[in-house]
T-cell receptor
Framework: NAGVTQTPKFQVLKTGQSMTLQCAQD?????MSWYRQDPGMGLRLIHY???????DQGEVPNGYNVSRSTTEDFPLRLLSAAPSQTSVYFC??????????FGSGTRLTVV | QKEVEQDPGPLSVPEGAIVSLNCTYS??????FMWYRQYSRKGPELLMY????GNKEDGRFTAQVDKSSKYISLFIRDSQPSDSATYLC????????????FGTGTSLTVIP
């Protein structure tokens, strides 16, 4: 049981480049979310999904897109990277109210 | 005002001490309360989960919820160096779908 798998673990982008952070879970969880974690700011919700085909914005959605074509996958796309998007990104999934299972994170640096 | 407030610390205690970590919140509709532990350069892992008010014990860890005061606590007994991590509280309002609200985390160091 792999849980929540995120790739890549590390990435360096140049300003203006685009990329996709991958997230996959094998627990058949309905809910999936993307968070970014910055020092002193805690975890901030970017986008979330309550099931395949359904997505919604969180607290800090600007500059990011998501899609949920399957239950298992929930990729996060950075459209045009900016230095302000330098952060650690976590994907998480849950079946319901019992809390999220988090991936190991992607450390992104935008130069 | 943030939905969830948590003292960032850092907190440093000697091995064997009792640790008390706390969060306050403003939304009286929160019903589900969680504590996560996050080791350096790792993802958060769920440590304790409680529903509504009361206590829950799991080994050396006790989670306490006081809804009347909008205050939750995590107690760690006989703290160990392996407990050194950042602890995040989280809570959920069942009326807003599956959105969780996280504290900013408290950094704990247990000194051998």
């Amino acid at each position: 049981n792999a849980g929540v798998t995120q790739t890549p673990k590390f990435q360096v982008l140049k300003t203006g480049q685009s990329m996709t952070l991958q997230c996959a879970q094998d627990m058949n969880h309905e809910y999936m979310s993307w968070y970014r974690q910055d020092p002193g700011m805690g975890l901030r919700l970017i986008h979330y999904s309550v099931g395949a085909g359904i997505t919604d914005q969180g607290e800090v959605p600007n500059g990011y897109n998501v899609s949920r074509s399957t239950t298992e996958d929930f990729p996060l796309r950075l459209l045009s990277a900016a230095p302000s998007q330098t952060s650690v990104y976590f994907c998480a999934s849950s079946r319901g109210a019992e809390g999220y299972t988090f991936g190991s994170g992607t450390r992104l640096t935008v130069v | 005002q943030k939905e969830v407030e948590q003292d960032p610390g850092p907190l440093s205690v000697p091995e064997g001490a009792i640790v008390s970590l706390n969060c306050t919140y403003s939304n009286s509709a929160f019903q589900y309360f969680m504590w996560y532990r996050q080791y350096s350069r790792k993802g958060p892992e769920l440590l304790m989960y409680t529903y509504s008010s009361g206590n829950k014990e799991d080994g050396r860890f006790t989670a306490q919820v006081d809804k009347s005061s909008k205050y939750i606590s995590l107690f760690i007994r006989d703290s160990q160096p392996s407990d050194s991590a950042t602890y995040l509280c989280a809570m959920r309002d069942p009326n807003t779908g599956n959105q969780f609200y996280f504290g900013t985390g408290t950094s704990l160091t247990v000194i051998p």
